[in-house]
């Protein structure tokens, strides 16, 4: 189960390839990418627009640094609900930005990796 509330890049890819993957909201009820940012929109573009690009950015960098320290202190429970916060906030973000995070990730990841164009990728380790 993966509930929903609100640094590094790395870490941010590999949570959205998850959710992807997993394609899952909490209760195991499946939606996808496309449906969950239309709930956010629904349930927060109101704010979120009168917020702005630039704060609602600062509150998705807050959430992924609580993914940080809940992954810092091995929190499974913690890290469930960062997890989540980091999407929702991400969701909420390409919305004032007006951008399809479903169409933005799975264009860039669409079966192999974007570097090496290989599966798994064979990229080399930095």
Same mark, same amino acid.
């Given at each position: 189960?993966?509930?929903?509330?609100?640094? #590094?890049?790395?870490?941010?890819? +590999?949570? /959205?390839?998850?959710? @992807? *993957?997993? #394609?899952? @909201?909490?209760?195991?009820?499946?939606?996808? @990418?496309?449906?969950? %940012?239309?709930?956010?929109?629904?349930?927060?573009?109101?704010?979120?627009?009168? =917020?702005? @690009?630039? *704060? $609602?950015?600062?509150?998705? !960098? %807050?959430?992924?640094? &609580?993914?940080? =320290?809940?992954? /810092?202190? #091995?929190?499974? &429970?913690?890290?469930? &609900?960062?997890?989540?916060?980091?999407? +929702?906030?991400?969701?909420?973000?390409? #919305?004032?930005?007006?951008?399809?995070?479903?169409?933005?990730? !799975?264009? *860039?990841?669409?079966? !192999?990796?974007? *570097?090496?164009? &290989?599966?798994?990728?064979?990229?080399? $380790?930095?």
């Amino acid at each position: 189960m993966i509930s929903i509330k609100y640094y #590094n890049v790395g870490l941010l890819v +590999a949570t /959205l390839r998850y959710l @992807i *993957k997993m #394609n899952k @909201i909490s209760g195991g009820h499946l939606v996808h @990418i496309r449906e969950f %940012q239309k709930l956010m929109k629904e349930l927060y573009y109101h704010r979120d627009s009168k =917020r702005g @690009i630039f *704060k $609602t950015f600062t509150w998705l !960098v %807050q959430e992924i640094g &609580e993914l940080g =320290r809940a992954l /810092l202190d #091995n929190d499974r &429970e913690g890290l469930k &609900e960062e997890v989540g916060d980091v999407f +929702a906030w991400l969701a909420s973000l390409c #919305n004032i930005l007006d951008i399809d995070l479903e169409e933005s990730a !799975v264009s *860039k990841y669409h079966g !192999v990796c974007p *570097k090496c164009g &290989e599966k798994p990728c064979h990229c080399s $380790t930095e």
